[in-house]
């Protein structure tokens, strides 16, 4: 079912909930994909309804031309959604439906976790995640609500946001949906050709390769091996990082006990990906 109005949704809600049934949100810019299906089918486990929101939302993005290049096709991915999974509800709202009190991104205090990567390079996106997930969250009032570890760096800035409003939603990782190959499943891989997702895989491997190096070899010959290997290949590396896992700030020490993960951004051609993998 396709849902346009928050009033409707609210109505269509309000009947499950009161039959005590668990609802779940899981937020979608649309172009929705395989690694969405997977993400839908791990919320099916945890919860009676879902709800699939496809909203592109204009508060995160820092680059214009990027917000108007992101794929929209919000008819076919309501017939994708219906043919894998019909009692899914799918709430495609307009602008004016999300920021009812005008078009504007609030600001958050995240702490260091976004202080490096993505909020280095991307000015105000997490501040534009936070202001369109807080409505989205009222809107909707899920009991849970579900993201890919793709976006790890964004699922933990979610986890933050509703500790700072006090949302009453339970924020679970998913793990990232990944092609035989190893790409991370994305919305912007649509935008790539045959040959452009072949060298995406580089992404893959550069991580798994930190991963391997990781017991044997220090952070800063790590970071010299993965930076090489981009040297020599059709993407243009924007950051590698390894930083702690609880406190995502970049290290160049490894220290007994401490989990960590890197991260990485790339362009390929006009096309920023990124992926991230635990390392130990």
Do not use: W
């Amino acid at each position: 079912m396709v849902i346009k109005s928050k009033e409707f949704l609210h109505k269509t809600l309000e009947i499950n909930k009161n039959k005590g049934k668990t609802i779940g949100l899981v937020p979608t810019m649309g172009a929705l994909h395989d690694g969405h299906l997977a993400l839908i089918s791990f919320a099916y486990k945890f919860c009676d309804v879902v709800v699939v929101s496809i909203f592109v939302n204009p508060t995160q993005f820092n680059n214009a031309s990027d917000l108007e290049k992101y794929p929209r096709h919000i008819e076919k991915d309501a017939a994708f959604l219906k043919k894998h999974n019909s009692k899914t509800l799918v709430f495609t709202p307009n602008v004016e439906e999300v920021y009812a009190d005008g078009l504007k991104s609030e600001s958050y205090n995240f702490g260091s976790i976004v202080d490096f990567m993505e909020g280095e390079f991307r000015a105000g996106h997490f501040d534009g995640v936070g202001s369109v997930l807080k409505r989205l969250f009222t809107i909707v009032d899920p009991d849970k609500a579900f993201f890919g570890e793709k976006d790890y760096q964004q699922l933990m800035a979610v986890k933050k946001l509703v500790t700072i409003t006090d949302q009453k939603v339970e924020i679970i990782g998913c793990p990232t949906n990944r092609n035989e190959f190893g790409l991370a499943q994305s919305s912007r891989n649509f935008r790539l050709n045959d040959t452009q997702l072949k060298q995406a895989e580089l992404i893959f491997e550069a991580l798994t390769q930190a991963r391997s190096m990781f017991d044997d070899y220090s952070i800063l010959d790590i970071e010299k091996e993965v930076k090489k290997r981009f040297q020599q290949s059709a993407l243009e590396l924007e950051y590698f990082s390894i930083v702690k896992t609880k406190d995502l700030i970049p290290t160049t020490t490894k220290e007994p006990k401490e989990a960590y993960r890197g991260f990485i951004a790339a362009f390929l051609g006009d096309v920023r990906l990124i992926d991230n993998m635990a390392l130990n």
